[in-house]
Every structure is written in C-alpha cells, then in structure tokens.
C-alpha cells in the first residue's frame, strides 16, 4: 500500500517530491516556485479547517494471508490532545471488538493490541495499524473511535479478501502451498469441499474433500499433498503441467465465489527481477532541469493534496515550536530509559519470587510427592440452559464421537500415569488441560511489567496446531510433553489414512510443545532437553506399523521428534494399548503397568535434580497466575488446582439440575410410568411436569402411603411455603394449589374414598396427580390408576417407580438407568460394594455424551480395633472421621468471619472472561457439604464427630426440619432416613455395617447421594 501513497518532503532550500507514478524522482525548485507552493499549501489548509469533525479510516483489500494496513484519520493532534482512542472491529452480529486500544497515562501512551494485529504507538492525527495474515476471520468493518466524540463522527471502512485461494511460493524449492479460503467455517458446517484446476478443457477436481467424525477424509491426484488442518493443498514441485489457475469450492457456493488464483512456475522469477529493478530505479534520481508547466500544476495539486492530509507536519517544518513542558517530561523520561529497565528486573524478580511462595502454600508436599493439575479430568461436554416452569434446566448437547472417545482415552491415560505415581511414590506434576493463551493470563496490575517469556514471544509459533494434552514435570528427570490420540482399530474406513492424519498432527503438535515449553523458559540457563512421548491407548503396535510402511518421511519426522536413532524404530517409543494396563490391572499395586516402564525410560536420558529449577518450572505452569478454563458448561469454570477445589467444582456441576432433551421431550405426556434407580431424575422430572401443570393453572395432588408413614419427596420439593395436609376424607382447603393426600392402598374402601374425592374436585377445577415412589404403596394401588384413568379422562397422572409391577394398563413406561446427579466413579463404587442396582428387563441407556467428569477417587478408611474381646466403642472412630476430613477436604470456619479476599483467595471463581454476567462463584467447603450415612450403629459415631464438626443435636428420626440447609452443619443419618429425606451433599462418608449391604436399594440410594467425593468406612482393611 506504501508504494500506491505520494511520499513528500520539503526543505528551506527547494521542494523534493517523490512520487511513484513514473514521474522524475527529485525536482529542484527555484525559490519563487516554492514560495508559489506555500502559499498554495496554506490555502489548503484553511479550507481542510472548515470541514467538519470526522474520524475516517481507509484500507484496501487483500489477498489471503497476505499483510495490508488499515490508516485513522482524526481532526486533532492526538499526541498533543492526549485523548484515549480505540480502533473497532465489528464481529459477526454487529458486535464490536476493539483490536487496539490506547490510553494515556503522565502523558506517554500504553496500549492493548489484539493478536494479528500490530500498532507501533505513533500517533499524530492519523495512525497506521498492520494486519498480518488476513484471513476471513479478521476481514469485516472497522471504525476509529476518540473519546469525546459520538456515534455520529465516526465513518466505517471495509477490509475484505480478494481471493478464495492464495499461492505461497517455497523459497528453497520448486514447491507451492495453495491455500483454501470459504465463506463460511467449514469445520462447522461440515460441506463437502473440492479444489478444482482450470484448463482449455474446462476444470478437474485435483482434491476432494468429505467429513468423517469431524475429520475431513481426501483424495487427491498424484503430486498434490492435502493438509486438512490448514486447508492447504501443498505441491512439492511447480511443473508445466501444474500451472494454471486453481479455485476453492465447497457445497451450496456459487460460481461468483469460485475466484481464482494462478500458479505459476516463473512468477517466482519474475518477482525477483521486478523487484531489483525497482530497487535499482528507486536509487537513481534523475534531475529536471527546465520543467514544463503542466509538471509544475501537477506538482502544485500533489503538494496541495499532501498539505491538506499534513497539515501539522508541513507547517511544523516552516514554524517549529518549542516543545510544551509536557513533552521536555517525555524527553526526560526516555533519557533515564535505564531506570525503567531496572524496574522491570526488579519486577520480574519479585514475581518468580511470588509464584514460588504461592506454589509451595498449595501444594505443602511439592518435593515429597505426586499432583495432578486439575486434580480431575473434566470432559468436553457441553450444556445448554434451558427455563422449565422459571427452574433452570442444564441439558448436555449431543457430543462429537471424536471428543467422547478422546476423553475416554486421556481419562485412562491419567489413571495409568496415577496408578504410576501411587505405586512408585513418583515426585511429579502431570499437567493437562492446559492451551498456551493460559500461560500468565492472570497476573495481579503490580506484575503486569514482568519481563519472563510468554507464548506472544514465540515468533515460529502456528496457530492451527493445537497444544499438547499433558506435561509432566518431573523432579528428578525433567519435563515431558504427551499427545493422546484416541484413534482405534474399531474404526473400519480408512484406517490407515486416518492414522496417518492423526500421528501427523500429534508430531505437529509434540514439536510445538516442545519448542514452545524451550521459550517460557528460556531465561533459565541449561534447561534440560524437552522429552515428547505419543500416547496411542486404542491401538495395537502392529497396527501403527502397517500404517506407516508406506510412510517414510512420516517415520523420519517421528524419529526427531521422539528422540530415537536413524535406523530405529520409533513405534517402539510410541505407548500403545498393550502398553496401557486395563482398568482392572490398575486396581492391582503389583502389577507394574507399560506406562511406567516407558515414561521412565523417556525421562532418564535427561536425568537432572535441580529443585530450584523444579520449583520454578512449576511455579509458572500450575501456579496461581496460569489459569486454564473449561468451556461449555453455561458458564467458564475455572479448572481446579488443588483437590480441595476440585470437590468444590464437581459437587457444583452434579448439585445443578441435568437432564437429558429426551426426558424433557416427555413433558407433554399426559399419562407416564417412569422407571429406574433412585438418582436418575425420575423425582426431578416428576416435579418439574407438576410445576409445568401448576403454572397453566391446575392443582397438584400428591399421593403418598397411609398418613404418618412418611412424607413424600415431591411434597417436600412442591411445598414450599405452605403445608396443606388432608386426609382422605377431608376437605381441602381451596386456598392452595398443592396439596397431599395420604392413603393406605391396602384398604379398598379407603382406596376407593380416595378415588371419588378425587373425581369430585376434578369436576370443580384443573388438576393433576403425581405418585412417587409407588413401590410399596398398597395391593389397590394399579385399580386406583386405571379407575381414575377411566372416569377422568384427560387427567395428568404421573408415577414413579423402582420396578414395572404396578404399571396400569396401556400406559407409557419410560426406564431410566443412568445416574446423572453423581460422578462415574461413585456409581462404580455402589457396584464394587454390592449395591449395584438392576431394573429387571433393561439394558443401560448407551450416554450420547459423557458425565462432567468422572469424579474425585473414592477414600476408604477403617474403623479403629482394640484387643480384647470387647465391641469397640465407636466414639474413636468419628474422632478419626473428623480429623480426617478437616486435614484433607473441609475448610474450618473460625467466629470470626472472613472477608471477601479471604473467601476468594479460598475459593478460586468460575471465571468467564469478558463476560461477567456468566460467572459462577466456585462455593467453600463447609460443614453443610457433608452427609454422613450409617448402616447401624450410629450415636456414638456422632458424639465422636462432635468433637470438630457442627451436627445437629436433635436427631433426625423426629421431623425432617431439623436440618436446615442454611446453617453451617453436617448431616448425620441413618439409611432408613432416606425415604423421607434426600440431601444429597459434595462430601458423603458411608459407614458401613459388619455385614454390609444389609440392603442393596437403600445403599446405592445413599452411595449416589454424594454429588463429589465418597469415602467409605469399611471393617476389614
């Protein structure tokens, strides 16, 4: 664009002009000419003062991937008026985005810039901002905003792609990269794209391209390589019969859009040439010696048109200035330059300093044992809200079969490198879930001018390789970076090009981390060699090496990356699923699993024992001022550091109310059954069609055993106010829109009172009826439905059961199996302690998408012994509960309260970037988070928890009242309680009985209570 501009300066002693138009490059001007020229200039500029205040910016358009540069111009001196200015862009959906912004602080500028984007801080009334490599996602409208000024000043301009393909020439071959660019995010849409070449006998497909699982499957002619994460078909040598015009195509684009672009194996040659002569021309001026008028004019309207855009400069040069007192402080400031370079020392100093104290406060053990940062593996599952009768909803979209079987592989990688750790004692960090942007992206205003390395310093960096998916730091042998790629030999179509595909990307994606983890810490001197590692758990060896017999360079490029010899074989460095122990085999500390033989036999080529080093690395990547976040969920979590957090974070994720879109679709039944174990949303369904049916204006009836017995789990979740208690032969107060009805359905007659009360007030207004739990509720309990059914048609009525033996005829029946308001690893636990619950009939429900995460690991501990025949006193062992779950888990409230910082610094937030309306506040652990279940004897386990944690002093066999969710106290109970009352809590110790499980249903009831972290008190270790 620079070359298209009139480049012009003048001087006391004549006028130079340069213009790139062909004309003579310098002109000697006589004296009177340039007199004639000032005046001229000045005229110019008093009629530019006349035209009205507006901010206007210009920019050209640009081929792909190519640099252009987008100019503000403003009606002020911006250096001397000091006003805060940004630049716009406006994003899909007219939002704006500012991709520079700039303030002013003691007179000197600071500014934010967007990536992509480059601003070096030179503003006058106009500024220059560089656009690297433009793609479509940065082409749009721009805008130049100065504060004080409105929405009417400013005037839009355009950048936009010329091209929908762009042709990179290799400068060390004979190779071109031609590169794809659609209107549209493909990766999304999943079209079907092709890249044609154009010839006299019309075009042909030399790439085809079509989606499989979200991986784009290709064919391609000879000499055409296809690189589908770039969308760059790469040509390894320019021939006569590859040259020629080439275009992008993908479904559903028009002919329009088809915009060529021409491949050409002398262009190269040509641009070379054309470039030195330019050179050569721009280093020759020529004199002019006697001009014609029509040059003067000429050169008369430029000097015009360059005044009127100058103004300030032109007239700085003939009526210089002293400089305002303001900038003789800059001066001053730049000339103790050496100052500001020893405050960012000290800075950067301070920080390292700070990072290092604040890594070792949370992890206390950080030289003597293992972490795993996040403690839990948090999926990729996302949600989305939904308002049912004004309760928030969160339903899981269905997921991507590629991210399922990904997280299923990086959840057993973990747990082999866990079971590692755990076996070996293994003094290490294993990092995962961790993207570059995180690094140092939460640094406190006093650190902000730190001078370590960050990912924006990488100048090799690609920005479509994505990061590694974990990173071990290791105190004795160094850092290892590792990819998991979950491809499989269940994949039947096209397996070997698909693992081609994906080692590709996990070398791309290896030598990234490896270089990039090189730069974080390259101020630190002898920082030991980056060990890379690609983790295969799905895949037999052989199967790999059959892919890649046709491979060479592949295998070339794994050998470099993995760190093995020219000649050998890097498959055998690979881990692969003979190397990966089954999840069986990890519950067995004897058996030494292939994870750990090949890891250490990574890291030992690198053996080093610096702590100080140790410390450091792990100071920035897990410390407080990294912080990685999950997408997703509604909002952004913040991704838990320590597993205090972690409990916090899983209990609020399975506390909130999910549901699958299939069980909200039943909403609109009228009559439903639904089956299954406790703990799968039947209850929560149940309540939500009765709030549904309560808003269009009908009464609800819920229908429980005889009076006495106990009280119904929707009456408790309906009733919120007030309690409207009948019997069956009552009336009912008017007034209320809920109401209970106890009945004993083993009496007919009281049935059948029931019955006709029923049908009497179904005749007076709207209403429906909801049965929960209708297991045990009495022998006339189906002839109630069906009569009811029968007399009052068009009646909700909606049950829920364990089993299908009541279920009325011609009914709907709806079976749940799948526990969603607890993690995966305490539904295996139920399982493992015998409590695993099986709805005759019915096979599991196969999830379309995974839980939120699998859940903290279950603890066990066990009850104190003493010799002697006598029964040990129990008292010592709720002693030992309570010291164990105040040193592990459970944050200690003193009297006095806390202060906000102090609750923050405690509870790490779930952060949502620029939008803070989204933010969800991580809660602390506190009493109220645990619930403690016991099988049988339980009062002197109470007395022993006593001692340190708050229990309610009534016990909860009187009324369900007792345990009031506001205060700050554990939940102690009997199993048997859990007919009437169901917390359910982020922290359950199950005590079990001698001859556990007395009572398999009621055990996995209170097992799934727990929404985080289980610990199970057993007898016999």
């Known amino acids: 664009m620079a070359d298209n501009k009139a480049k012009t300066q003048l001087k006391m002693a004549g006028v130079l002009v340069s213009l790139t138009s062909g004309l003579p490059r310098v002109y000697y001007l006589p004296s009177v000419l340039l007199h004639y020229l000032i005046i001229v200039s000045c005229c110019c500029l008093y009629a530019a003062s006349a035209q009205d205040s507006k901010m206007k910016c210009t920019s050209m358009s640009v081929a792909p991937l190519e640099d252009t540069t987008l100019t503000c111009h403003f009606p002020e001196d911006l250096s001397v008026t000091k006003k805060d200015f940004t630049v716009y862009h406006y994003v899909k959906g007219g939002s704006p985005d500012a991709v520079v912004d700039c303030w002013w602080v003691q007179g000197e500028v600071g500014c934010a810039v967007k990536k992509g984007f480059e601003y070096n801080k030179v503003v006058t009334t106009n500024l220059t901002v560089t656009l690297r490599g433009v793609t479509p996602a940065i082409t749009g409208t721009y805008a130049c905003q100065v504060a004080g000024y409105g929405p009417e000043s400013l005037e839009t301009c355009e950048i936009k792609l010329d091209k929908s393909c762009n042709i990179i020439y290799e400068k060390s071959s004979r190779g071109a990269n031609i590169t794809c660019f659609f209107d549209e995010d493909i990766q999304v849409t999943r079209r079907n794209f092709s890249v044609y070449k154009h010839s006299d006998r019309g075009k042909q497909a030399v790439a085809k391209c079509y989606w499989k699982e979200r991986q784009p499957q290709c064919y391609f002619e000879n000499g055409y390589i296809f690189d589908h994460p770039y969308f760059t078909l790469r040509i390894p040598e320019v021939t006569s019969d590859k040259e020629g015009n080439y275009s992008c195509w993908h479904s559903g684009s028009s002919t329009e859009q088809h915009k060529p672009c021409l491949l050409s194996g002398a262009f190269k040659n040509l641009l070379m ?69 020893v405050d960012y020392e000290m800075t950067t100093k301070m920080f390292q300093e700070y990072l290092e104290s604040e890594i070792q406060a949370m992890f206390p053990k950080i030289l003597d044992t293992f972490y795993f940062v996040p403690p839990v593996y948090f999926n990729k599952t996302s949600f989305n809200t939904q308002v049912v009768a004004g309760q928030a909803v ?60 960050v990912p924006a310093g990488f100048t090799k960096e690609n920005q479509n390789i994505k990061c590694f998916d974990l990173m071990v730091v290791h105190r004795q042998y160094g850092v290892l970076v590792g990819v998991v790629k979950a491809v499989g030999e269940n994949v039947s179509e096209s397996l070997n090009d698909l693992i081609v595909n994906e080692v590709t990307e996990a070398v791309q994606e290896l030598k990234k981390g490896a270089d990039m983890i090189k730069h974080l810490m390259s101020d630190q001197e002898q920082f030991p060699t980056v060990r890379q590692i690609l983790i295969l758990p799905n895949m037999a060896r052989t199967t790999l090496k059959r892919a890649l017999d046709n491979h060479p360079g592949l295998v070339e490029v794994m050998r470099e990356c993995l760190g093995t010899n020219a000649v050998g074989d890097p498959t055998e460095l690979c881990l692969c699923a003979e190397d990966v122990a089954d999840e069986q085999s990890l519950q067995d500390p004897r058996i030494r699993s292939g994870v750990t033989s090949r890891i250490h036999q990574l890291l030992a080529a690198s053996t080093t024992k610096d702590d100080e080093l140790y410390l450091r690395v792990l100071s920035r990547f897990c410390g407080p001022a990294t912080q990685s976040a999950l997408e997703g969920q509604c909002q952004s979590i913040c991704l838990p550091k320590t597993r205090i957090e972690a409990i916090s974070t899983t209990g609020d994720l399975y506390q909130r109310v999910i549901l699958y879109q299939e069980m909200l679709a039943l909403l609109a039944e009228e009559k439903l059954f639904l089956v299954g174990p406790p703990n799968t949303g039947k209850t929560r369904l149940l309540t939500l069609a009765g709030e549904t049916w309560r808003a269009r204006g009908h009464d609800l009836y819920v229908v429980s055993g005889p009076s006495g017995s106990r009280d119904s789990v929707v009456w408790t979740f309906l009733n919120q106010s007030t309690q409207n208690v009948e019997g069956a032969q009552a009336d009912i107060a008017s007034s209320s829109s809920v109401f209970k009805i106890n009945c004993n359905f083993n009496k007919k007659k009281e049935m059948q009172e029931t019955l006709k009360h029923l049908i009497k007030k179904r005749g007076e207004k709207a209403l429906c009826v909801l049965v929960d739990d209708a297991d045990s509720i009495g022998t006339h309990f189906r002839q109630f439905c069906n009569d009811l059914s029968s007399q009052c048609p068009g009646l909700p009525l909606w049950i829920t059961s364990s089993s299908q033996k009541d279920v009325p005829e011609g009914w709907k029946v709806e079976t749940f199996t799948r526990a969603i308001n607890c993690p995966p690893a305490i539904v295996r636990e139920a399982a493992r302690a015998g409590a695993n619950y099986v709805v005759p009939s019915c096979r599991d429900q196969t999830p379309f998408c995974l839980s939120p995460t699998d859940g903290p690991e279950v603890e066990y501990i066990y009850h104190k012994k003493r010799p002697g025949p006598k029964f040990h006193d129990c008292t010592e062992c709720g002693q030992m509960v309570a010291d164990f779950l105040l040193k592990k888990f459970i944050i200690k409230k003193e009297k006095s309260v806390p202060t906000d910082e102090e609750t923050m610094s405690a509870a790490t937030p779930f952060i949502s970037g620029e939008e803070e309306s ?18 049988d004897r339980g009062q002197q386990l109470i007395n022993g928890l006593k001692s340190d944690i708050t229990v309610p002093t009534s016990q909860a066999e009187e009324r369900n009242e007792v345990f009031d969710e506001e205060n700050d106290c554990a939940c102690v109970m009997h199993i048997d309680q859990l007919t009437t009352y169901r917390p359910r809590r982020k922290i359950v110790v199950y005590v079990e009985d001698k001859k556990s499980p007395r009572d398999p249903p009621k055990k996995w009831r209170g097992i799934t209570s727990c929404t985080s972290q289980l610990i199970v008190m057993k007898w016999n270790p």
């Not at 990904?406 to 057993?412: E, I, K, N, Y």
């Not at 989204?918 to 099988?935: A, H, I, M, N, Q």
Request: with cysteine; net charge positive; aromatic share 8%.
């Open 273 to 341: 040439e054309h470039t030195e002569s330019r050179a050569d021309r721009q280093g020759n001026p020529g004199l002019a010696i006697g001009l014609p008028v029509a040059i003067v004019i000429l050169l008369t309207v430029a000097i015009a048109i360059v005044s009127l855009r100058y103004r300030k400069k032109v007239l700085s040069v003939f009526c210089p200035r002293r400089p305002s007192e303001q900038e003789q402080r800059v001066e001053v400031r730049h000339g103790s330059m050496r100052i500001s370079v």
């Open 394 to 453: 969160y339903v899981p979209d269905r997921a991507d079969p590629y991210d399922v079987r990904h997280d299923q592989a990086m959840q057993h990688v973990l747990n082999c490198l866990h079971h590692m750790a755990k076996q070996y004692q293994e003094n290490m960090f294993v990092l995962t879930q961790f993207k570059y942007d995180d690094y140092l992206n939460n640094i406190g205003n006093e650190f902000r001018k730190h001078r370590l390395p």
């Open 918 to 935: 989204v933010t969800l506040t991580r809660s602390v652990l506190g009493f109220k988070d645990l619930l403690v279940l016991y099988e």
